[in-house]
């Protein structure tokens, strides 16, 4: 017996030794791909010296003679940090991940090949200036340059990711930048996905009940059109079909509800107590280890330009000089149309058009994929625009026998400048002339708050479809596109672009809140981000008759919800405080419990209470209950509250309180009835997940921001090391937006924030604040993988100056680029 223990005991030792020495063995060599940020590189392409000085934080400060020069520091800067992620944007716009992730991506590849967003980033190169190609050109050399460094002296293939998935690196191109702007687009863009649910809505509903479960934001509007009546005669069996595909975390198509979303909001000197111009601003996408965002200072002849940079482009898309503030918001501008193709019935390579009959235009494409074999599509293309396939975004559910849907989109197209756009914008000396050097953005559109040393503005920028006054569904749901007063007629002069100069309170702001109110075709959308974290905000704004950067940042890290102060009173005015005492135990007892807690909230979504948890899993209940009898299959799609729905409900506006009664019963429900089942149904799925203690139940708990590794992070164990959760504040109306998922066992989690944070004071430009909500390199083994996710989760910034002196004062490590003889 002792004998067996002893070579037990020997054999358990050899097996620990061999496992510690595996681990040291690929600890070696993920490390080896770690940046020396303090090295000397002899590197091509390069007409002067380049230096690379970090910050205690790893932002790169970089300077050079020559502004191409600075551009190759950044690629230079980009692909030490962030090199998977960037060939992970790129590949992604080439419709390649099937080569490296096998048949789990080949839908993704499908339709970004229909889509062919790298073809028209390559044929776009030609459609930018010298000055711009001069720009793309330095800053691809400059990820060359790291790639060819990589190479010679064997850094671990460049990210710890190539060992498990080993492609060749191929070398970046200018067109490489272009597609990550579409890439970009993609993931912005949700209008697509908005007039297929309104359709689906539309062959289930009445016009009325469309219109409250799809309002337009408040302002003028039309109710809802009946999509089946664009269509007589044609066969819809699928009306309410649910094809929904399970979503991979690598796909670059959003969620509905998860599309683009930010705030900005700038003061003008009148309204600062230090004198000078305000700016904050805090783009919102989905949350990812790392962060899509990475900080950087350049030094441009026309001065130094800092701000928040995305991996694979040379521009600084927020931030500021020292003349100049820019901040960007998802302007929802309804730059994208279904439209319904009718297939020749002699000939289905053919459709229709005001003209006869045409042919397609077809090209076939071949996709690898890897541990199987290659696959072939034929890509098709009508007048209108690429053809989708009935199993992308749910299209075959509306769209009749005989006929296909095609994409009209300002993004598809070989003309695309807005890296032009950008570059202009980084040099620019007055919001006019960033005005001005906007009119080169193509999409995805944006509005851009800007702010000078004198005054505040705000632009919509992009091109903005040009549509006939006649078209039969003014955007809202797809049409017909052999009509011809359906289609596009190019894009609106970019005059009549929404603008706002100086205005007289001195304010600006934009929650991705609908911004103007003018009749279609001139109205930009019919469809918004946001109806309720704009309330709050001009509350904030209002409050101050001066503002400073901690009023800005306050603002920014606002979690109060004026949705959840203005749905309580309404769903909950029967319930309060009626009714004797209950037995403690009972579920009586629980739900007055529950509503002594609520009546005493202030609406604040912080992360340590329990009544924001009580209050959203209550509002999730309430939509189901008062929408599953209606919608059938179709009320899967609706993962979000969607508070002006509810509210129409509980106002009875337009007798919007028949959702009340459930129709299979056979009593009459009421809306208290409804709310407090709902309210007993969330207390029992409460209290299943978090116990039976009410007190102790924590937001936080359920609303952990997830920045997950896209996909390292799906590999069990290493997920435990590459995924950052972090118990969070603030919700889906919130100003400091945390955007849940909606979906799985974990609804509340946050997967959509504010990536990036800035705030500018240009009465004190040294003061400026940044944050990141993970750490500039995309390494898991750095120290700056995650190091300012910590400050970010506790609402924390880092100063950046556009002193040169303070750069160096602090520096971590400086990198110098010398050009090769």
């Known amino acids: 017996m002792g004998l067996l223990f002893k070579w037990t005991f020997r054999l358990f030792l050899l097996v620990s030794a061999l496992a510690v020495a595996a681990l040291l063995l690929v600890y070696y060599f993920a490390s080896r791909s770690l940046p020396d940020y303090d090295a000397s590189h002899t590197v091509p392409g390069l007409s002067g010296e380049v230096e690379i000085i970090r910050n205690t934080a790893g932002v790169p400060h970089i300077f050079a003679a020559d502004d191409n020069d600075v551009f190759y520091g950044l690629g230079f800067a980009h692909a030490q940090d962030r090199l998977w992620q960037m060939t992970m944007l790129r590949r992604t716009a080439q419709g390649r991940l099937s080569e490296l992730f096998g048949a789990r991506t080949l839908q993704i590849d499908k339709l970004i090949r229909r889509l062919d967003l790298y073809g028209l980033a390559q044929r776009s190169v030609a459609?930018?200036?010298?000055?711009?190609?001069?720009?793309?050109?330095?800053?691809?050399?400059?990820?060359?340059?790291?790639?060819?460094?990589?190479?010679?002296?064997?850094?671990?293939?460049?990210?710890?990711?190539?060992?498990?998935?080993?492609?060749?690196?191929?070398?970046?191109?200018?067109?490489?930048?272009?597609?990550?702007?579409?890439?970009?687009?993609?993931?912005?863009?949700?209008?697509?996905?908005?007039?297929?649910?309104?359709?689906?809505?539309?062959?289930?509903?009445?016009?009325?009940?469309?219109?409250?479960?799809?309002?337009?934001?408040?302002?003028?509007?039309?109710?809802?059109?009946?999509?089946?009546?664009?269509?007589?005669?044609?066969?819809?069996?699928?009306?309410?079909?649910?094809?929904?595909?399970?979503?991979?975390?690598?796909?670059?198509?959003?969620?509905?509800?998860?599309?683009?979303?930010?705030?900005?909001?700038?003061?003008?000197?009148?309204?600062?107590?230090?004198?000078?111009?305000?700016?904050?601003?805090?783009?919102?996408?989905?949350?990812?280890?790392?962060?899509?965002?990475?900080?950087?200072?350049?030094?441009?002849?026309?001065?130094?330009?800092?701000?928040?940079?995305?991996?694979?482009?040379?521009?600084?898309?927020?931030?500021?000089?020292?003349?100049?503030?820019?901040?960007?918001?998802?302007?929802?501008?309804?730059?994208?149309?279904?439209?319904?193709?009718?297939?020749?019935?002699?000939?289905?390579?053919?459709?229709?058009?005001?003209?006869?009959?045409?042919?397609?235009?077809?090209?076939?494409?071949?996709i690898q994929i890897a541990d199987a074999p290659s696959e072939t599509i034929t890509m098709r293309w009508s007048e209108n625009g690429p053809v989708l396939p009935e199993t992308q975004y749910n299209l075959g559910a509306i769209t009749p026998l005989g006929h296909e849907a095609a994409l009209g989109w300002t993004l598809l197209t070989d003309q695309n400048t807005s890296i032009q756009a950008g570059l202009k914008i980084m040099r620019a000396q007055s919001k006019e002339e960033v005005i001005a050097a906007a009119e080169d953005y193509v999409a995805p559109a944006q509005n851009l708050t800007i702010v000078d040393e004198t005054g505040i503005a705000m632009k919509t920028i992009g091109h903005i479809p040009q549509r006939d006054v006649r078209h039969q569904s003014e955007g809202r749901i797809p049409a017909p596109g052999w009509i011809e007063t359906n289609r596009w007629q190019g894009v609106m002069p970019y005059g009549t672009n929404p603008e706002f100069?100086?205005?007289?309170?001195?304010?600006?702001?934009?929650t991705n809140n609908k911004a103007v109110d003018r009749p279609f075709p001139n109205h930009v959308s019919h469809h918004y981000g946001d109806t309720q974290r704009v309330q709050r905000w001009r509350r904030l704004m209002l409050n101050r008759q001066v503002h400073t950067r901690d009023s800005f940042v306050e603002a920014q890290l606002?979690?109060?919800?004026?949705?959840?102060?203005?749905?309580?009173?309404?769903?909950?005015?029967?319930?309060?405080?009626?009714?004797?005492?209950?037995?403690?135990?009972?579920?009586?007892?629980?739900?007055?419990?529950?509503?002594?807690?609520?009546?005493?909230?202030?609406?604040?979504?912080?992360?340590?209470?329990?009544?924001?948890?009580?209050?959203?899993?209550?509002?999730?209940?309430?939509?189901t209950r008062l929408i599953r009898d209606e919608l059938g299959p179709l009320e899967s799609e609706f993962s979000h509250v969607e508070p002006l729905f509810i509210e129409r409900v509980f106002r009875n506006?337009?007798?919007?309180?028949?959702?009340?009664?459930?129709?299979?019963?056979?009593?009459?429900?009421?809306?208290?009835?409804?709310?407090?089942?709902?309210?007993?149904?969330?207390?029992?799925?409460?209290?299943?997940?978090?116990?039976?203690?009410?007190?102790?139940?924590?937001?936080?708990?359920?609303?952990?921001?997830?920045?997950?590794?896209?996909?390292?992070?799906?590999?069990?164990?290493?997920?435990?090391?590459?995924?950052?959760?972090?118990?969070?504040?603030?919700?889906?109306?919130?100003?400091?937006?945390?955007?849940?998922?909606?979906?799985?066992?974990?609804?509340?989690?946050?997967?959509?924030?504010?990536?990036?944070?800035?705030?500018?004071?240009?009465?004190?430009?040294?003061?400026?604040?940044?944050?990141?909500?993970?750490?500039?390199?995309?390494?898991?083994?750095?120290?700056?993988?995650?190091?300012?996710?910590?400050?970010?989760?506790?609402?924390?910034?880092?100063?950046?100056?556009?002193?040169?002196?303070?750069?160096?004062?602090?520096?971590?490590?400086?990198?110098?680029?010398?050009?090769?003889?």
């Open 653 to 821: 506006a337009d007798g919007a309180n028949v959702w009340c009664d459930v129709l299979q019963s056979a009593p009459k429900e009421t809306c208290s009835d409804i709310s407090r089942f709902a309210l007993d149904d969330a207390l029992v799925w409460l209290t299943e997940k978090y116990g039976p203690a009410i007190e102790s139940w924590r937001w936080g708990d359920a609303h952990e921001a997830t920045h997950d590794h896209q996909v390292l992070g799906t590999i069990p164990l290493l997920s435990a090391f590459v995924n950052i959760r972090q118990s969070t504040s603030g919700g889906d109306n919130t100003l400091m937006r945390g955007r849940t998922s909606g979906k799985g066992a974990d609804p509340f989690q946050n997967v959509h924030a504010a990536g990036y944070r800035g705030v500018y004071d240009f009465g004190d430009p040294d003061s400026s604040l940044f944050i990141l909500s993970t750490g500039q390199s995309g390494h898991p083994l750095s120290r700056h993988y995650d190091d300012l996710g910590v400050l970010w989760r506790r609402g924390e910034y880092i100063p950046m100056s556009l002193d040169p002196e303070l750069a160096r004062a602090g520096a971590l490590g400086i990198t110098k680029l010398v050009p090769a003889p």
């Open 127 to 366: 459609a930018q200036d010298a000055s711009t190609r001069s720009a793309l050109e330095a800053y691809a050399a400059g990820v060359n340059a790291w790639l060819r460094i990589v190479n010679q002296e064997a850094l671990g293939r460049g990210a710890p990711e190539f060992f498990i998935f080993s492609p060749q690196i191929a070398p970046w191109q200018p067109a490489d930048s272009i597609a990550v702007v579409k890439i970009m687009g993609l993931q912005l863009s949700g209008h697509l996905e908005e007039e297929v649910i309104r359709a689906r809505a539309s062959l289930l509903l009445p016009p009325e009940r469309v219109r409250d479960l799809l309002p337009d934001a408040p302002g003028a509007g039309i109710a809802a059109l009946e999509y089946a009546s664009l269509f007589e005669g044609a066969a819809l069996p699928r009306y309410a079909a649910n094809t929904t595909p399970p979503k991979d975390p690598i796909s670059p198509v959003p969620d509905r509800g998860l599309a683009g979303a930010s705030n900005a909001f700038a003061a003008a000197p009148e309204r600062s107590a230090a004198g000078g111009t305000l700016l904050a601003n805090d783009p919102h996408l989905g949350l990812s280890a790392p962060s899509i965002w990475y900080l950087a200072r350049l030094d441009l002849a026309t001065g130094g330009v800092m701000g928040g940079t995305i991996p694979g482009m040379p521009i600084v898309l927020s931030g500021r000089s020292d003349k100049v503030g820019w901040g960007v918001t998802s302007a929802y501008v309804d730059d994208q149309d279904i439209f319904i193709e009718r297939l020749n019935p002699d000939d289905p390579e053919e459709y229709e058009t005001p003209e006869g009959f045409k042919s397609f235009e077809t090209r076939q494409s071949i």
């Open 558 to 623: 606002d979690t109060v919800s004026f949705t959840a102060r203005a749905l309580l009173p309404l769903i909950a005015a029967d319930l309060w405080f009626t009714g004797e005492a209950a037995p403690d135990g009972s579920p009586e007892r629980r739900r007055q419990r529950a509503l002594e807690l609520m009546a005493g909230w202030n609406g604040e979504m912080s992360e340590h209470l329990p009544e924001p948890l009580i209050y959203a899993a209550w509002l999730r209940a309430l939509q």
């Open 501 to 510: 100069i100086d205005p007289d309170g001195g304010i600006l702001g934009n």
